[in-house]
């Protein structure tokens, strides 16, 4: 069964940093398409990075490209994002994905594993 825990959300100053963690349980015997979704209110839940090992793939929304780095621990599953000069637009929860595909879709609905999300406020 798969399972997904997000951990390092927290409130941080516009210019600061910051590390999410997902602590991933997977299937050992299949291969997943992981990803990080952030929903903000009003907005449709928006992947910003996602990430499939086997082909070393990572794609990032063009709104983090050059602040966000995301990479998984193949040792033992662990997904990170770490997220540098943060703006209050990337204020929102923050959630974890997984899906085992080939990593082809940016929709929500290509995901069919999420976990509880954690809250990311950057004030200014």
């Known amino acids: 069964q798969v399972q997904l825990v997000e951990s390092g959300g927290g409130s941080v100053q516009a210019g600061e940093s910051l590390t999410l963690v997902c602590a991933a349980s997977?299937?050992?015997?299949?291969?997943?398409?992981m990803a990080w979704f952030r929903q903000t209110p009003g907005k449709e839940r928006e992947a910003v990075a996602r990430?499939?090992?086997?082909?070393?793939?990572?794609h990032y929304a063009d709104s983090v490209k050059g602040r966000f780095t995301a990479s998984q621990d193949n040792t033992d599953n662990t997904l990170y994002l770490h997220m540098n000069r943060l703006q209050s637009e990337d204020s929102g929860i923050y959630y974890c994905?997984?899906?085992?595909?080939?990593?082809?879709?940016?929709?929500?609905?290509?995901?069919?594993?999420w976990g509880q999300g954690t809250q990311v406020t950057v004030s200014t």
């Open positions: 994905a997984a899906d085992p595909g080939l990593c082809d879709g940016t929709s929500p609905d290509h995901f069919n594993y």
């Open positions: 997977l299937n050992p015997a299949r291969t997943y398409c």
């Open positions: 990430l499939y090992s086997p082909r070393r793939y990572t």
